[in-house]
């Protein structure tokens, strides 16, 4: 192969295209624990990074490879790994630590129906609230959810791209399904894919967490005569730990706004048939292909439904949906938990919405939403 | 043509998994169609129940999954039982004729065809490929994919050291006439 970027068609599934966006975006460092229903992640990484100069190292656990990925970060590669729910939960202290430390790194969560071990090799969407308050402390996250191979692979280079250019550990919350099936994904010339790569440090006396206007400092490379400190511990401009509720406030309060105010730059949504409907039903992943043809089915049976498609989870779209319970009277959350997305939508809307959940272990059918969309128009 | 779906389905080792795959990318990128596949199998690598499903549409697929398939391809008894009774009415059945044991076309089938594709591949050389000899049985009988498209595919999916014994099994299956 030895491509960099594996320009043309082809016939791919999720967990690979996803694995090929990353490289296409730059990655070059991959650590992770193999587990399933990621591991062809691992194993397309293994093969490709050392055809491109990156290096892929099988960690000892989730633990570590979270480490290595900020470690990497911080010594000039892009990094990512991938992992589901077990692994995801002990990455959870270390991501904690990428939010703190401001590094760039991407985490693919593909999920299975938890908790704990759960069903491995099944179908879930139950890592959503965990990707957004998993780690402790006040935070703000961003979380992409791909619905085929084809975005698998366009999203793994978007989030490269958000977390090079915010300096925050993104994830791709993928789902079994979605990684596992095999779609046709075209990939363009390199020369066409927007890739950004974050803002490096040239003072050596600046900072090195001095923001510039848009809350994001520079990031200095290490080894080059900057002197870093990084730390877990709220620190101040320099790096250096302070233990004070006003450090806590400065820093904390712009670790969380300037995802705020890029907010609109990273939201992104699909709606399919809104534009006239009477209920709409907000889905995400493989759950949006089911609710996609749920909504087919309603039109053919005179009900005008709609769907809001969530292609970036986390910040979450909130002002969109306050624009549709304007227009629309009903709305329908379709995921594979007991409850996790529904939770914004129903904050948002500022009213119930019909859920329609399922624990795991299968994607709903197209019927069980439809069941969901009759039930909210009765 | 509006949405079809194929599901193939016997024990895990028969390479049902390859033979879906193989005709969902022929689809995809050699017949320009929107095709999409999938996979479910047992815990367990060899003998478990195992089953492919490729689902074709002229735009972009929505649910992947077969729900009624169109066309149920049958590579063993117990594949028989599970996956049989979800075959649409009126839909076409493929069985692998030495190991699905029925009397003759089953009620609410429309078009029903049979191949020893096992025996066939035995006789080739290699029963590893009885898979392949079905996707040109299939490829023959239900017009889902076109022939240089499916064998593009095949020859492409296979090791290169077998290339030659592949392409002698989807000939045979493509040509086998029904008794």
Known sequence: ?378 | MARIELQIGGFGGQGVILAGLVIARALSLYDKREAVFTQSYGPEARGGASSSGVVVDDSKVDYPYPTKPDIMVIMSQEAFTTYFPKLKKGGTLIIERDLVKIDGKPEGVGEFHSIPATKIAEELGNRIVANIVMVGFITKVTGIVTKESAKKAVLEMVPKKVKALNEKAFETGYGYEEE
Request: overall charge negative.
């Open chain 1, 1 to 378: 192969m030895k491509v960099e970027v594996l320009e043309g068609h082809h016939f791919l599934s999720g967990d690979v295209a996803v694995a090929e966006g990353a490289i296409a975006a730059g990655c070059r460092f991959f650590a992770g624990y193999p587990i399933t229903p990621s591991s062809e992640v691992a194993e397309r990484m293994s093969r490709r990074l050392p055809e491109v100069g990156g290096i892929f190292i099988q960690m000892e656990d989730e633990l570590a490879s979270m480490a290595a990925l900020l470690g990497a970060s911080w010594g000039g590669k892009k990094s990512m790994t991938a992992t589901s729910g077990p692994g995801f939960s002990l990455m959870m202290e270390n991501y904690g630590l990428g939010m703190m430390t401001e590094t760039p790194c991407v985490i693919v969560n593909v999920q299975r129906a938890g908790p704990s071990t759960g069903l491995p090799t099944l179908v879930g969407q139950g890592d959503v609230m965990q990707a957004r308050w998993g780690s402790h402390g006040p935070y703000e996250t961003i979380a992409l959810s791909p619905e085929s191979p084809q975005e698998c692979f366009d999203m793994a280079v978007r989030a490269f791209n958000f977390s090079e250019k915010y300096r925050i550990p993104v994830v791709v919350l993928m789902d079994e399904s979605v990684g596992h099936l095999f779609e046709r994904v075209s990939i363009p010339p390199k020369s066409e894919i927007e890739v950004i790569d974050r803002k490096i440090s040239t003072d050596k006396k600046r900072h090195i967490y001095e923001p510039d206007d848009d809350l994001i400092p520079p990031m200095p490379p290490v080894g080059e005569g900057f002197g870093i400190h990084v730390t877990g511990l709220t620190h101040d401009e320099r790096g250096y730990p302070v233990i004070t509720a006003e450090a806590q406030e400065k820093l904390v309060r712009r670790l969380v706004d300037k995802i705020r105010v890029h907010a609109d730059e990273i939201i992104d949504y699909e709606e399919f048939m809104t534009e006239d409907a009477d209920v709409i039903v907000i889905a995400y992943g493989i759950s949006a292909r089911s609710a996609r043809r749920a909504v087919i089915m309603a039109r053919e049976k005179g009900i005008k439904a709609g769907m809001l498609r969530l292609k970036v989870i986390w910040p979450f779209p909130s002002k969109k949906l306050r624009e549709l319970v304007e227009k629309a009277s009903h709305f329908v959350v379709a995921e594979i938990n007991n409850g996790q997305i529904l939770v914004e939508v129903e904050r948002a809307i500022r009213k119930e919405a019909v859920f329609v959940g399922k624990m795991g272990g299968e994607p709903h059918r197209p019927d069980e939403v439809l069941k969901g969309i009759e039930e909210a128009v009765k």
